[in-house]
């Protein structure tokens, strides 16, 4: 799963990279003597949206692999008690027969199972990290202690909203333990609240990288001398939304130029206007670009079609 999602992270960054360094915003659809059409696409938005989606990759998965129920349940044969000599000390513990420690997936699907014998102990381990402000920060794990080696009863650290929960869990298994009249045990963690929050982190990454995406508008650009109009489409949300559509005739255009920004960063932003006649700028673009090659471009294949100087 890991492999797979380096992978995909990898193609994303790939792609991105390849759109926004190589791929040309502007495409002439058809070109001749009587008809010019062309296409703007966004790339910045659509390409930064890609590396938005990236997040939402990530949340994805982790959303997937999460584990949100941790169980462990043991079982004590009655044959293997002497009820006649009970001994509550630690020596005795090991009169439990077999516990299996389990991860689920969501909806009931079984990630691990852990057999575990001669189970002696459970206890609560804590953990401490200083913060930026040197102040302590607390994290709390329960392990559990057999008489080789002791392992954690999940990989998760968990703060403090959860010790009570966690204290209850270690309390209800080193009972069991001490008590060899009690044949079974059935003991969850339930971090499905956790899983919630992944899951609604995924959702919003989602959405994020459309928002980001969208507003990118794609915009056809047809003049035809035959029936002597220029028609400006501006597509919304990928088309989904409808269009917005401009129409003039070509005899009111008077001129296309590069209209130019100053910036306070000493670069020059460009975008395509068309002068009509009564004084009003038509914008191909409602956004402005640091591109000038291809809005010159846009600029000299227009005048030479409208036979403008």
């Known amino acids: 799963m890991t492999v797979l999602l380096f992978a995909i992270l990898l193609a994303i960054n790939l792609g991105a990279g390849c759109y926004l360094t190589l791929a040309n915003p502007l495409k002439i659809s058809e070109?001749?003597?009587t008809k010019l059409i062309f296409i703007i696409r966004p790339k910045v938005f659509l390409g930064v949206g890609i590396f938005f989606?990236?997040?939402f990759v990530l949340f994805l998965?982790?959303?997937?692999v999460f584990t949100p129920i941790t169980q462990l349940v043991c079982n004590r044969y009655p044959n293997n008690i002497s009820t006649s000599n009970i001994d509550l000390s630690a020596g005795q513990n090991t009169l439990t027969g077999m516990c299996k420690l389990t991860e689920n997936y969501w909806f009931g699907q079984e990630k691990s199972e852990v057999l575990v014998s001669e189970l002696l102990e459970a206890k609560l381990e804590t953990e401490m990290q200083t913060d930026s402000q040197v102040k302590p920060r607390y994290s709390y794990k329960i392990l559990l202690l057999t008489d080789k080696d002791s392992f954690p009863f999940t990989d998760?650290?968990?703060?403090?909203?959860?010790?009570?929960e966690l204290q209850s869990?270690?309390?209800?298994?080193?009972?069991?333990?001490?008590?060899?009249?009690e044949n079974?045990?059935?003991v969850i963690l339930d971090d499905t609240f956790m899983g919630y929050i992944v899951v609604r982190f995924t959702v919003f990454c989602g959405i994020l990288a459309l928002?980001?995406?969208s507003p990118g508008l794609f915009i056809t650009c047809n003049l035809d001398k035959e029936t002597n109009t220029v028609k400006l489409s501006r597509y919304k949300w990928f088309g989904t939304l409808g269009k917005t559509v401009f129409q003039y005739s070509l005899n009111e255009i008077t001129d296309v130029k590069l209209e130019r920004i100053d910036t306070s960063i000493d670069e020059?932003?460009?975008?395509?206007?068309?002068?009509?006649?009564?004084?009003?700028?038509?914008?191909?673009?409602?956004?402005?670009?640091?591109?000038?090659?291809?809005?010159?471009?846009?600029?000299?294949?227009?005048?030479?079609?409208l036979e403008l100087k």
């Open 184 to 186: 079974n045990l059935a």
């Open 156 to 164: 998760r650290t968990y703060p403090k909203f959860k010790l009570e």
């Open 31 to 33: 070109q001749t003597s």
């Open 61 to 64: 998965f982790a959303s997937i």
């Open 169 to 181: 869990i270690v309390l209800r298994i080193n009972k069991f333990l001490k008590n060899p009249t």
């Open 268 to 305: 020059y932003f460009f975008r395509v206007i068309l002068v009509l006649e009564s004084g009003e700028n038509l914008p191909l673009t409602p956004n402005y670009t640091s591109n000038y090659i291809n809005g010159d471009f846009i600029v000299r294949v227009t005048k030479d079609f």
């Open 211 to 213: 928002l980001v995406a």
């Open 53 to 55: 989606s990236q997040l």
